[in-house]
């Protein structure tokens, strides 16, 4: 973040230096092993990928899964883009199961 300092407008208000942004908290924290606890890994086939999702749908619902998901494509997709187009694939997965859309 690039912080500015305060002035005065030609109007006479006064723009007070940038900060925090109350209430938001961009995509949050990955938690490590929310979901390998299932046995999701991107090296891992598809098929043995979608049945972990299941099972992580199962406990965490669908849209929990779906956005851990997506963190973890947004996080990753400039050091491993391969993984991240893998979390992004089965984040679709996910959606198109029940019905999201993306």
Excluded at 6 to 25: D, F, I, L, M, W
Excluded at 27 to 36: A, E, P, R
Excluded at 62 to 78: G, I, M
Aim: aromatic share 8%; proline share 4%; hydrophobic share 25%.
């Amino acid at each position: 973040m690039h912080p500015r300092k305060s002035y005065t407008r030609k109007t006479g208000a006064h723009v007070v230096p940038t900060s925090c942004v109350r209430g938001y908290h961009g995509i949050g924290k990955l938690h490590k092993g929310d979901l390998s606890q299932f046995g999701y890994s991107t090296s891992k086939t598809t098929r043995s990928r979608h049945l972990a999702l299941n099972a992580a749908t199962k406990t965490y619902g669908p849209l929990s899964v779906y956005r851990k998901l997506n963190a973890l494509a947004v996080y990753t997709k400039r050091r491993s883009p391969a993984t991240s187009k893998r979390a992004l694939a089965d984040r679709g997965f996910v959606g198109k199961k029940v019905g999201y859309k993306h």
